[in-house]
């Protein structure tokens, strides 16, 4: 929509496991607007996605609000933990 000003800024290193997505709304229309963000992710957490995303384990830290995630049945990956968190 024209009356919606959007902005998506992506930072982080190539080689560096942390990603910030920075996404800037502004309805420049006089009327009210209602919106849903959504993001889509398929975390890994070990070599191949068929492999290992019945062994991924996720949970909500409501008090800090972010979603986490773990695979604790990967031999390399299973004391590793991602999240995703937004404010």
């Given at each position: 929509?024209?009356?919606?000003?959007?902005?998506?800024?992506?930072?982080?290193?190539?080689?560096d496991s942390?990603?910030y997505?920075?996404?800037?709304?502004e309805?420049?229309?006089?009327?009210?607007r209602?919106l849903?963000?959504?993001?889509?992710?398929?975390?890994?957490?070990?070599?191949?996605?068929?492999?290992?995303?019945?062994?991924?384990?996720?949970?909500?830290?409501?008090?800090?609000?972010f979603?986490?995630?773990?695979?604790?049945?990967?031999?390399?990956?299973?004391?590793?933990?991602?999240?995703i968190?937004?404010?």
């Amino acid at each position: 929509n024209e009356s919606i000003r959007s902005v998506l800024t992506l930072s982080g290193d190539m080689t560096d496991s942390v990603k910030y997505f920075h996404l800037s709304l502004e309805n420049q229309s006089a009327e009210e607007r209602k919106l849903v963000v959504t993001l889509y992710l398929e975390w890994v957490l070990g070599f191949a996605r068929p492999e290992t995303y019945r062994n991924i384990r996720v949970g909500w830290d409501a008090e800090n609000e972010f979603l986490h995630a773990s695979n604790p049945f990967n031999v390399d990956f299973g004391r590793q933990v991602v999240f995703i968190g937004s404010s």
